[in-house]
C-alpha cells in the first residue's frame, strides 16, 4: 500500500490548517483607561490568513538556509517497521534539495540517489497538476479565506509557547460542506487546535486529527483506498529578528488500500537556520503586521 503517497499530497493542507491565530491587547500599565476586549475568534482568523498571504508574498524566509531530516516509517499488520527511509535535505532561500538518503540503513548515492528523487518530484508534479515540481516550505501560500471558511473557530484558553504568549483556538468542520474534490473529503473531516503568537499573529504550534474515515476512491468505491486516521503535530520557531519557520512536525496516518491495512509515520525536524551570505534585507515592519 502506497498511503505515504497520500500523505504525502495532503501534507500541504495540514499545514496549512495550522496558520489561524490570535492577539490579546495587554492592560497599559498604571493606567486607568479599561482596557481593549480581546479580539473575537472570527478576527483572530481573520487577521492570521492576512498574515499568512502577507508572508507569502514578501518571503521574508528567502534569505535563510537550514538543514531539514525525515524520517518515513512504513509499519506492517503486526506494528513493526517494515521500511525506514531517512532523508536529508539543505534548503537555500526558500528551495531544498535532497542531500542524503538511507533506506533501511543503507545509504543511496548516485544513480541510486538520483533515481529517488527523480520519482519524487514526479509525485510533485502529479499533486500539484502539472505546477512547479520545487520543493519549497512555502506553505503560508494555502492559508486562504476559502480555506478557513470551511471550519469554525473558538477561543479556549492563552497559554505560553516557547517564551512567548499565545491564543489556544480549537477549530471543527462547519456543517454540510460541499464535496467538489477529493480533497475536500479530506479537508472537511479536520479538528483540532492551534496555538497563535498573540503579538505577530503566527502560529506556534498546531495538532489536527481526522474527525472520521475518508474514503479515497468515492463513496461506492471504498475498496480503492481509505485514511482512517491520523494524528499530526507541528511546531514553529521564531527567530530572532523575527522570521519564522516550521521546526519540526511528526504525523501517524492509517489507511486502507484494497485489503491491505497499512500504517505511516513521518516525523520531520529542521535545524542550522542561518541568514545567507547574499541576503536580502528584511522587508520593513516584519515583527508588527
Not at 23 to 46: D, F, H, K, M, Y
Not at 73 to 82: C, L, M, N, R, W
Request: with cysteine; proline share 3%.
Amino acid at each position: 500500500m502506497q498511503i505515504h503517497i497520500t500523505v504525502r499530497s495532503i501534507g500541504h493542507h495540514c499545514w496549512s490548517l495550522a496558520g489561524f491565530g490570535a492577539l490579546l491587547l495587554s492592560a497599559v500599565a498604571g493606567s486607568c483607561v479599561t482596557p481593549p476586549a480581546p479580539l473575537t475568534a472570527e478576527a483572530i482568523v481573520q487577521k492570521t490568513v492576512a498574515r499568512a498571504q502577507w508572508v507569502a508574498e514578501s518571503n521574508p524566509r528567502a534569505g535563510y538556509g537550514y538543514t531539514k531530516v525525515a524520517v518515513i516509517e512504513d509499519f506492517d499488520s503486526k506494528g513493526q517497521v517494515k521500511e525506514r527511509k531517512e532523508k536529508s535535505f539543505v534548503f537555500k532561500s526558500g528551495r531544498g534539495s535532497m542531500a542524503a538518503l538511507k533506506i533501511n540503513g543503507h545509504v543511496m548515492c548516485g544513480a541510486e540517489l538520483q533515481k529517488q528523487e527523480d520519482a519524487a518530484i514526479r509525485q510533485r508534479q502529479a499533486y500539484s497538476q502539472g505546477k512547479s515540481a520545487r520543493r519549497d516550505d512555502e506553505w503560508d501560500k494555502w492559508l486562504t479565506a476559502d480555506l478557513v471558511a470551511r471550519y469554525q473557530f473558538r477561543v479556549i484558553d492563552r497559554q505560553v509557547v516557547n517564551g512567548r504568549p499565545a491564543y489556544v483556538l480549537a477549530f471543527q468542520p462547519s456543517a454540510n460542506l460541499e464535496v467538489k474534490h477529493v480533497a475536500d473529503r479530506f479537508l472537511n473531516q479536520l479538528s483540532g487546535k492551534v496555538w497563535v503568537d498573540e503579538q505577530e499573529f503566527e502560529i506556534a504550534r498546531a495538532e489536527i486529527a481526522l474527525r472520521s474515515k475518508v474514503t479515497l476512491g468515492g463513496p461506492l468505491m471504498e475498496v480503492l483506498g481509505a485514511l482512517k486516521r491520523l494524528d499530526f503535530t507541528l511546531e514553529r520557531i521564531r527567530l530572532d529578528d523575527g522570521v519564522w519557520f516550521v521546526q519540526s512536525t511528526a504525523g501517524d496516518f492509517e489507511g486502507r488500500r484494497l485489503l491491505d491495512t497499512s500504517r505511516v509515520r513521518i516525523t520531520t525536524g529542521a535545524s542550522n537556520f542561518h541568514k545567507l551570505a547574499s541576503a536580502r534585507p528584511e522587508p520593513a515592519g516584519l515583527a508588527r503586521r
